[in-house]
């Protein structure tokens, strides 16, 4: 009996994947970067995904395997396609001197800011631990590609 076959995404969803990470790294700026994201899958199963990134000047460095890169890819590309998660959230926290937090919701296709009284209810929900408290900045806004007629 054959294996089933894994879904794949369309195509324009890993292009979408793309484009959103090359503009939410110089969005978020020089510094070290904790990236995470959380989705929902249609059938209720939670997933989640973390990507730690450096940045300087004219260059960035993923701090983790090509493996685990992979998979945060994987979960951004199907949370913006849209057909198996019904639920996705990004939230980056820069680790610097000066530790803040932001995040964008997925949703249509997109990465949308997330309304920073809403992250800031949530992050002070969390365990509190030794380190800096975090301060709760605004997301930017990232460069959507123009939407294809499929889309």
């Keep these: 009996m054959p294996e089933p076959e894994l ?32 989705a929902e899958r249609t ?5 989640s995904a973390d990507l730690y990134v450096s940045l300087e000047p004219d260059s960035w460095r993923v701090d983790h395997s090509a493996e685990e890169y992979g998979q945060f890819f994987m979960l951004l590309t199907f949370a913006l396609e849209n057909s ?7 939230i980056a926290t820069t680790t610097d001197a000066e530790p803040r937090v932001c995040g964008w919701e997925i949703r249509a296709g997109w990465l949308h800011p ?6 800031h209810q949530t992050v002070t929900s969390l365990p509190a631990d030794d380190a800096a408290p975090l301060v709760v900045c605004h997301a930017p806004a990232l460069h959507r590609p123009h939407r294809t007629a499929k889309e």
Excluded: F, K, Q, Y
């Design 114 to 119: 997330i309304d920073t009284a809403e992250l």
């Design 7 to 38: 879904p794949r995404p369309d195509n324009a969803a890993i292009g979408r994947a793309l484009h959103a990470l090359t503009a939410l790294l110089p969005a978020l700026g020089e510094g070290s970067h904790a990236l995470n994201i959380n």
């Design 43 to 47: 059938d209720g199963t939670e997933m």
């Design 84 to 90: 198996t998660v019904r639920d996705a959230v990004l």
